[in-house]
């Protein structure tokens, strides 16, 4: 339980963590391997850290009930981390960074476009846009499948919720998401306010990339105001909508920013999530034949999955489960404490940083049984049930918790049964080891480069 406390507090301890450090040291110790840093300091200190970190009192959370406290019981207490809010740079009081009322308001407001009837509806694209993708491919060729698996759910969220074809533009928007996430980097965080002035090369590039996106939303606005209503989706909802307070229709740039959060958190995560699922896939071929057998079984020749199937894909979606585990693509939450609290029995003054990592917690012994191995299994079994719920969070938890966890699940399971019903991916035979980029989201350094070798033909034969 998290009390609130008066603001002396009566506990007199502090939690075990690391001594002093040289100012600079641990957060340039993070910048080189953020996740070792972390998976360290619990191993070493155990379900709650404290230390200093980029300036601040930092708290590590490694148990499952703390996080559980942090996210839905005494969510209040807690606001989004300086990271995210930096991120409103880019991404202005969307979804992702407002707080408050502002977030209830669009969280309400963005809600309809994920019920799980138009997830239904959105079926039949993801699917399709998978075989469109799988049709491009060639037998024995190698590529960079992180880069396909973007262009793959940039395209699905582009027509889903946007009615919009984003074939052909997809390279340029990943190259500018790449300028725009200067931002995660924790030295250029702290001097993001000095951005928008500093007479840097990252500087000039993040302001081009950031008209670069101005210039994409308020063009699918203009033309959905010129064509009228389209098929009911995000920016429909959003152009419908009125402003709680005023009664009148929100502005331009509240729209913007809401549109703009959804097209960036709704591709980059998931395309992730698929890379590192190729990448278990080929590493264990056990599960990849298991795989192949259910979605041969489950799918006819030619046909492409559905809502309808995915009941009968649990080993697929237990692939999907087990990477998300291994390799969460959220791999870190960051909060800020408003008021002195106790965590675990220890004080947490009000203004603390509180970090949640999903790439710590998945990885506890204490919850998974080999923890570090590829076990899709452990998803079919009835273990789960007795693991705290909070062991597992790769879509955060309580009312900030993901907004398309269901459109992510629903994507993440059609778009592998229908790539893995006609392809096999594999380890091209000079390949190196692949390494992690922990940026704002989890992905193989460099790409992850795969040779494709064609199962059955397009049509099942
Ligand atoms: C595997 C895929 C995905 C993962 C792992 C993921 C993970 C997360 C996590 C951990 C959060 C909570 C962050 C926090 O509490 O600070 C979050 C929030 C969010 N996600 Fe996702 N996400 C995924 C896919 C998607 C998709 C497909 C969409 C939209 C189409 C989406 C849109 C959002 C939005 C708008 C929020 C902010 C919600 C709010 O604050 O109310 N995400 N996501």
Redesign the pocket.
């Known amino acids: 339980m998290i009390h609130t406390l008066p603001r002396r507090p009566s506990v007199p301890n502090r939690p075990p963590g690391p001594g002093f450090s040289i100012p600079g040291q641990r957060l340039l110790a993070f910048r080189r391997d953020p996740t070792g840093l972390l998976t360290g300091l619990a191993q070493t200190y155990g379900d709650i850290v404290q230390f200093r970190f980029a300036g601040q009192t930092a708290f590590l959370l490694n148990h499952p009930d703390f996080i559980q406290q942090v996210l839905v019981t005494e969510h209040s207490n807690f606001t989004?981390g300086r990271a995210?809010h930096r991120m409103r740079l880019v991404l202005g009081h969307g979804?992702?960074t407002s707080e408050g009322s502002d977030?209830q308001q669009a969280?309400r407001l963005v809600q309809p476009v994920f019920h799980h009837e138009r997830i239904a509806d959105y079926a039949a694209t993801m699917a399709a846009e998978a075989e469109r993708t799988g049709a491009t491919w060639r037998n024995g060729a190698t590529f960079d499948v992180a880069k396909a698996m973007n262009h793959l759910t940039l395209r699905i969220?582009g027509r889903t919720?946007f009615g919009a074809d984003l074939a052909g533009q997809e390279e340029r928007i990943a190259a500018v998401l790449d300028d725009l996430f200067v931002l995660s980097d924790p030295v250029h965080l702290l001097l993001a306010p000095l951005l928008a002035w500093l007479p840097t090369a990252t500087a000039r590039r993040f302001h081009e990339s950031k008209e670069f996106f101005d210039r994409l939303i308020y063009g699918l606005i203009d033309e959905r105001r010129q064509s009228g209503p389209g098929q009911g989706d995000l920016l429909d909802m959003l152009l419908a909508s009125v402003d709680e307070e005023t009664g009148r229709p929100p502005d331009d740039q509240f729209i913007r920013d809401q549109a703009l959060?959804?097209l960036l958190?709704?591709h980059e995560?998931?395309a992730n999530?698929l890379t590192w699922c190729w990448h278990l896939l080929a590493a264990h071929p056990q599960s990849e034949a298991r795989l192949h057998e259910e979605v041969g079984r489950v799918l006819p020749a030619g046909k492409l999955p559905g809502m309808a199937d995915l009941g009968d894909l649990p080993y697929t979606r237990s692939v999907l489960s087990e990477s998300?585990r291994l390799y969460?693509?959220?791999w870190v939450?960051g909060r800020s404490a408003i008021d002195d609290c106790v965590i675990g029995g220890y004080p947490v003054p009000a203004g603390s940083m509180i970090i949640l990592s999903q790439w710590v917690t998945h990885r506890d012994p204490r919850y998974f049984a080999h923890a570090d191995s590829f076990l899709p299994d452990r998803w079919l079994s009835d273990g789960r049930s007795e693991r705290p719920k909070f062991a597992y969070f790769?879509?955060?938890g309580g009312p900030?918790?993901?907004?398309?966890?269901q459109?992510?699940w629903t994507?993440?399971v059609l778009l592998l049964a229908t790539l893995a019903r006609r392809w096999q991916l594999l380890c091209p035979a000079d390949s190196r080891p692949v390494r992690m980029d922990p940026r704002v989201t989890l992905r193989p350094q460099g790409g992850l480069w795969m040779e494709v070798k064609e199962r059955i033909g397009r049509l099942g034969h």
């Open positions: 989004k995210l979804l992702l977030h969280r969220v919720l959060t959804l958190a709704g995560t998931t999530a998300l969460p693509p959220a939450i790769p879509f955060g900030r918790v993901c907004i398309g966890a459109f992510a994507e993440g």
